[in-house]
């Protein structure tokens, strides 16, 4: 059984520049969600896909954006990066896209910088 | 606003010594506590839901316990691999997410 990858591992960028972060879910898992961690903080929702649609998101700008495609892979886009922005970015698979959240299989994630 | 919070930020335990770590939280459509496990540069990962108050759940030297306001996760005799951050998160249903907390850091010396 394949668990979650995320590519790139690591990545460095310039303020105002865009970046897009791609995953590949567990087999069988067809919910991707994304979510930033600080350095030294939990992580923090950004958004949820199920079948191809965003289907819940958290208190994030519209500059943050995803897809889902058919296979149930994702990318997470961010335009115009910010200082903040710098965090390990993390996604998420599981069966079902209902409200029962249960239990997420984590990727490894992608660390981004912005200088 | 949601809201979960783990405290102590961090903990250093001697191998044997048995401690608790404590979550308290505010999540409105709460659908299930979690507790994950992250080890330095990776991905967190599941340990444990826990979905209604009294209900316990064990795996090795770990203990998770719930009650309406808050969650512990006891190590008994915990072993230096045991050394990691343990996350708490809350299940939004409204926004099918998990709220999580900012972790214990937890180090175990031999």
């Known amino acids: 059984e394949t668990g979650v990858t995320q590519s790139p591992t690591h990545l460095i960028k310039t303020r105002g520049q865009q970046v897009t972060l791609r995953c590949s879910s567990q087999?069988?898992?067809?919910?991707v969600s994304w979510y930033q961690q600080a350095l030294g903080q939990g992580p923090q929702f950004i958004f949820q896909y199920y079948r191809e649609e965003e289907n819940g998101r958290g208190n994030f700008p519209p500059r943050f954006s995803g897809l889902q495609f058919p296979n149930y892979s994702s990318e997470l886009n961010v335009n115009a990066l910010e200082l903040d922005d710098s965090a390990l970015y993390l996604c998420?698979?599981?069966?079902?896209?209902?409200?029962?959240?249960?239990?997420?299989?984590f990727g490894e994630g992608s660390r981004l910088t912005v200088l | 606003e949601d809201q979960v919070t783990q405290s102590p930020e961090a903990l250093r335990l001697q191998e044997g010594e048995s401690s608790s770590l404590n979550c308290s939280y505010t999540v409105s459509g709460l659908r299930g506590l979690f507790w994950y496990r992250q080890d330095p540069g990776k991905g967190p990962e599941f340990l444990f839901t826990l979905y209604s108050a009294g209900e316990e759940k064990e795996k090795e030297r770990l203990k998770a316990t719930l009650t309406k306001k808050e969650s512990f996760l006891h190590i008994t005799a915990p072993k230096p691999e045991d050394s990691a951050t343990y996350l708490c998160?809350?299940?939004?249903?409204?926004?099918?997410?998990?709220?999580f907390g900012s972790g214990t850091r937890l180090q175990v010396q031999p």
């Open positions: 998420a698979s599981r069966v079902g896209g209902g409200a029962n959240t249960g239990e997420l299989f």
């Open positions: 087999s069988g898992h067809n919910t």
């Open positions: 998160a809350g299940g939004d249903t409204g926004r099918r997410a998990l709220t």
